[in-house]
């Protein structure tokens, strides 16, 4: 171990990361520890799947921060292919909750297939500690097994992500107004699992071994695992299967779920036919979810017309955003003075800027909304991509203005500022309106449709990160701040728009009309999501229909 006495910024940061590890674990074991149904004014499941999320975005986060990276020093990919394969990667992992999410609404029920997602993302992390020579890609066959740990970490993440947000909603009635706050905790959840990751993981992947730092992170997806399952009791039996379950019909879909871990190794190695794939697949989702939509009545249509007005708006957002992990990651360790600090490090900023923001936001929606004047989903959806466009104005500007042969490292916090608060006006509002619109029987299919336009996001991001490679496939400064001044511009232009459009489509989304049902129809029932809009009550405190 190295002397303290000689210790640089990238160790100081790893040590301080390893100390905030204990001390979220420690608040964890108090809230355990507990007897009460809630906890700060939430029920106590929230925050089982708050610590089971953050140890799933530990792993995940951990590994993506160190994948492109990975790719082009350790198995010698050129910098644009290796942002293809990130692309693809980061795409397919949102594409498969779209599988994970149908199965679990009409068989599984959504805590089976947690754990049946969090066993497989425990086996990807784990195969990617295996290293090989580090002659290169052509060179070693070991690369094998790096394509098979994407795939288990890929289609492990179908069964988790899309599963583990509905429960979420399960435990809250369709009107309690403390539904984007609880959203928001969840997010800060996975936040809090995203910074701690990126740092310990990235630091040990840097700068002791490639499979140190993946090895670190499929210990923490263990350890969700664990959480979740003594954390049963707690989620009050939501997330149970629709009906019995005979025991050779649910081994039967987690043979579907190993199938798809083959199907997936060889998807994985042909990037643009994953683009097809997303395209077709995107095609019959629409039109699927349109199908259903004109069987219902005028209210719960429209909320799918809304639905689909939000969703289509992921590939752009994501698109730019997730240049974070491929292109902005290169560029910090090739282009950005960084003081010693390994580049992976960088990656953890907007984790820490959400779990520092997301009070703040989740208070400023109860105080706007309080007042009347709170901006609706669409419009959050707007201001979210007038940020992250402005993001990339301010970098350039200030890489040209500002850098001579580094740039500088503030410019870096700078774009990551602007992308957290965009995020935090897009993603958990997302999910919480995914939640709260969808028709009940479509519920899970819904959150991964919601993923599956993300997964569109992360594919085109792989393409833009491909463009910054230049026609040789290596990254120049001047290309790359080309690229991102070009798509800076477009996401202004559009955000706006979307502004100017929202109220249209919140009369879309009829939030006067919601209403808790113990029997059920058409929409979620009590059990479900909610937004501060749609006013409702404490369960408490709520008077009997």
Known sequence: MKDIALWDEGDWIAAIAAVLLFLVLAVGGLIAARRSEEVVGHPRGLFVLFYTEMWERFSYYGMRALLILYLTK?????????????????????????????????????????????????????????????????????????????????????????????????????????????????????????????????????????GYGFGLAGIGMVLGLVIFAFGRPALMGQGE?????????????????????????????????????????????????????????????ERIFAIIFLVA??????????????????????????????????????????????????????????????????????????????????FTWGAHALGGALVPVVLVFLIYFLHTSGELCLSPVGLSAMNRLAPRHMASLIMGAWFFMTAGGNFVAGKIGEATGGEGGEMTKEGALAIYTSIGWVALGIGVVVVIVSPLVKRWMHLDTLKDDNVGDDLLGEDEAAEPQAAGFHPATRPNN
């Open 74 to 210: 350790h198995w010698l990919f050129a910098d644009g292919k290796a942002n293809l394969i990130y692309g693809a990667y980061t795409s397919l992992v949102y594409i498969t909750p779209v599988l994970g999410g149908w199965l679990a609404d009409r068989y599984l029920g959504q805590r089976k297939a947690v754990m049946f997602g969090g066993i497989l993302l425990a086996l990807g992390h784990g195969f990617m500690a295996f290293e090989g020579n580090g002659s290169g890609f052509a060179n070693d066959p070991t690369v094998n097994i790096f394509w098979m740990a994407l795939a288990f970490i890929i289609v492990g993440s179908g069964f988790l992500k899309a599963n583990i947000s509905v429960i979420v909603g399960q435990l809250y009635r369709l009107t309690d107004e403390r539904r984007d706050s609880a959203y928001t905790i969840f997010y800060m959840g996975i936040n809090t699992g995203a910074a701690l990751g990126t740092v310990l993981v990235g630091y040990l992947g840097e700068t002791i071994g490639w």
């Open 241 to 301: 299967p629709p009906a019995p379950l005979a025991k050779a019909h649910e081994y039967g879909l987690y043979a579907v779920g190993v199938a798809a871990v083959a199907a997936i190794w060889f998807l994985i190695q042909y990037q643009n036919v994953v683009g097809t794939l997303l395209g077709i697949c995107g095609a019959l989702l629409l039109g699927y979810v349109l199908f259903e939509a004109f069987k219902m009545p005028r209210h719960p249509r």
């Open 313 to 394: 708006l992921q590939p752009l957002f994501w698109g730019l955003f997730e240049q974070a992990g491929g292109s902005l990651n290169l560029f910090t360790d090739r282009f950005v003075d960084r003081g010693g600090v390994p580049a992976s490090l960088f990656q953890s900023i907007n984790a820490i800027f959400i779990v520092l923001l997301g009070p703040i936001f989740a208070a400023l929606w109860i105080f706007l909304a309080k007042r009347g004047i709170e901006p609706s989903t669409p419009a959050k959806f707007g201001l979210g991509i007038v940020q992250v466009g402005l993001g990339f104005l301010v």
